[in-house]
């Protein structure tokens, strides 16, 4: 090829300052919820190893934190055979002793806050999964063994069961989507839940939503007081709306983007359910936790 036959250099399209940037590019946002500014790739933080354990390897504990930590073994040991749910109680520990079991559990991948009977309750998953801290705005701490803790259950519980009232085409301009997608989950919403059956997921990431469409759904299902994220692979944001069995789902990625935007209709999401592999996997982790300490 002659040298003539080339595009020159000047035609062509001018660098962008950072190859890495995208800039101009319309960011996705969720229904129920504003991501905010998306993140610069290159700022991303990068994967930093745990911190050491603050605890010394010749701890003892007390007989208070030796009776409670019994009392979790063998709770988490019936968890992963399948038993009910159980609450060992914490409040009794003095400080020092509630201080070491937190440095023992460590800190998982779920945590979120949920208001029953005027009490406001943190929840926070240990390191072992279907394990649980529960601290209340009236007190009260104990740790759950659980797929998901009781109190969260009840609070989805106590909300309003569909059908809920959907306002007339007259009422509203600008909808294209919304008032078919309020009739859908009215109806299966008002089917109630069973637990054998998975959650049915509307995905609006794929459906066209107009901003009236959007705000529409915001008005009618509202946001109920419970709000979970997990950060496992990835970040997924769980919020019960006022409607029973309906909750908005947000997965985003590591830019801070929202990449799948749904409404699943049915029991608390997978997405923040300990699976009852993950109690047998916590029982022998706890296991080898406590021969450190214990022995």
Known sequence: MNKPDLIPLTEADPPRENPMVWTGEEQAQGVFLDTG??????GTPSLQAPPEPRLPIDFTPGPALRATLGKLRAAVHAGAAGGPGERIE???????SRQALEEMLGEGEVRGSVTLDGVTFTVRETVLPGLWWLRGSDDS????VASI????????ASLAPAPFPVPSQEAVSGVMNGLAVLAEINEHASAGCDDQQRNRVLNF???PMSPQDQQLLIDV?????????????GHCRVIATTVRHVW???YVNAMGNTILDTLEIGGVPDAVVAASQDLEDSARRLDEILDTYLT
């Open 37 to 42: 500014e998306a993140l610069d790739l290159l």
């Open 205 to 207: 990431t794929l459906m």
């Open 248 to 250: 908005a789902v947000q």
């Open 149 to 156: 803790p009781q109190v969260v259950e009840t609070a989805a």
């Open 141 to 144: 701490a104990w740790l759950e």
């Open 90 to 96: 914490a409040g009794g520990l003095d400080a020092q």
């Open 221 to 233: 299902l509202g946001r109920a007081d419970l709000a979970l994220e997990s950060g496992g692979f």
